[in-house]
């Protein structure tokens, strides 16, 4: 998760395969003590309708999620060198924040579009107004069972 650098490049190969390159602004989730936020930038590519939605919703600084997996590929560049890219082949896309804060020009709340299983907006439930509530485990499960639990490993049950 994290904002996009620059507007998405849309492209099509010459047999009509929508493909969207971006890239990502990440924090790094620790930095160092007295250490400014350190970012990582990562390569995406979006083929097809997930390219397609990324393009159509996300701008420069837009918030996204994405779900994918890590693709390295290498080629000889005009120079005769050998050149390495890495890049996130992205399989899922989602809106991650109010519509102000990821600057994106979609509505609804946290949907997104993915190729898995056909594809389609996915969307994660509204979160939950009152906070104070119990979660429901279910009619087999016995709060009291953690109830004398003072936090110290000691007392664990298992």
Do not use: H
């Not at 290498?74 to 992205?90: C, H, I, L």
């Amino acid at each position: 998760m994290g904002r996009l650098t620059r507007d998405v490049e849309m492209r099509q190969t010459p047999n009509g395969v929508s493909l969207a390159r971006f890239s990502i602004a990440v924090n790094r989730r620790f930095a160092a003590k007295d250490a400014q936020q350190q970012a990582d930038f990562i390569n995406c590519v979006a083929w097809r309708q997930t390219g397609e939605f990324i393009a159509r919703y996300f701008r420069k600084g837009s918030m996204i999620a994405v779900i994918g997996s890590i693709q390295s590929r290498s080629w000889d560049g005009q120079d005769g060198k050998r050149q390495y890219a890495t890049e996130v082949v992205v399989d899922e896309a989602y809106f991650t924040g109010s519509k102000s804060e990821t600057g994106t020009q979609g509505s609804g709340y946290n949907q997104g579009f993915g190729n898995n299983q056909g594809g389609g907006y996915n969307s994660a439930p509204a979160p939950r107004q009152n906070q104070n509530t119990q979660p429901d485990f279910g009619d087999d499960f016995d709060m009291g069972d953690f109830a004398d639990l003072d936090g110290s490993e000691d007392d664990l049950p298992f």
